[in-house]
């Protein structure tokens, strides 16, 4: 199981799991625990997360080559296809898909406006690399691992959509794996810390 993804409303979470080899999606409503299966197919689906307006659900379509990002209807019918990346998530508020593409450092957007795979791609952020870490986009910004502005070190780091800049917000070692999670009001970081003997989640406050 990996990448679960609460829809806009918090009443339901999507994720993939491996059954066994094939990754595909699935949705759980959190009142129940009711499960549904969203896709099947061959190569499978991975890394999903909800629309903005909770009809849909963006994914990776997971071949070993060329990572393809999908829009798949709540309601049924087939996965459509975008074009190629990964990790695809809607910005708050901007009707804007962020990716990344695997090979090429840096976070994407594409404006979701009319036909949106005719719309042109931008880059916003260049030092994004870890394309097995989630990007956290809010209202006004992102938040994402990167490269250190002072070196080529590890630090998480916050993008602003005014500044079109990025800041560092605390740097990394070695240690620190590529999972973390922000809680809704933006005051704590959690992320995921390779210890000698195991893997532990540590909290951070922010101000």
């Known amino acids: 199981v990996g990448y679960p993804h609460w829809s806009p409303d918090g009443k339901s979470i999507v994720f993939h799991a491996r059954t066994p080899r094939n990754p595909q999606l699935y949705i759980v409503r959190a009142e129940d625990g009711m499960l549904r299966k969203l896709t099947n197919g061959r190569p499978g689906f991975a890394i999903p997360s909800?629309?903005?307006?909770?009809?849909?659900?963006?994914?990776?379509?997971?071949?070993?080559?060329?990572?393809y990002l999908?829009?798949?209807?709540?309601?049924g019918g087939t996965a459509e296809p975008l074009w190629y990346g990964a990790s695809g998530i809607e910005a708050p508020g901007r009707n804007m898909l962020l990716y990344v593409k695997p090979g090429e450092p840096g976070i994407y957007a594409r404006s979701l406006a009319g036909d949106a795979?005719?719309?042109?791609?931008?880059?916003?952020?260049?030092?994004?690399?870890?394309?097995?870490?989630?990007?956290?986009p809010t209202l006004d910004g992102i938040f994402y691992i990167g490269r250190r502005k002072s070196d080529s070190g590890r630090a998480f780091r916050y993008y602003s959509f005014t500044t079109q800049r990025s800041l560092d917000i605390v740097s990394l070692d070695s240690n620190v794996g590529s999972v973390f999670a922000l809680n809704p009001d933006r005051s704590t970081l959690v992320y995921e810390a390779n210890t000698a003997t195991d893997r532990e989640l540590v909290e951070m406050g922010l101000r």
């Open 70 to 75: 999908y829009r798949v209807d709540l309601n």
């Open 117 to 136: 795979k005719r719309n042109a791609e931008t880059q916003l952020v260049p030092d994004y690399t870890r394309f097995d870490s989630r990007v956290y």
């Open 50 to 67: 909800f629309s903005a307006n909770g009809k849909n659900v963006y994914c990776t379509r997971a071949t070993d080559q060329w990572p």
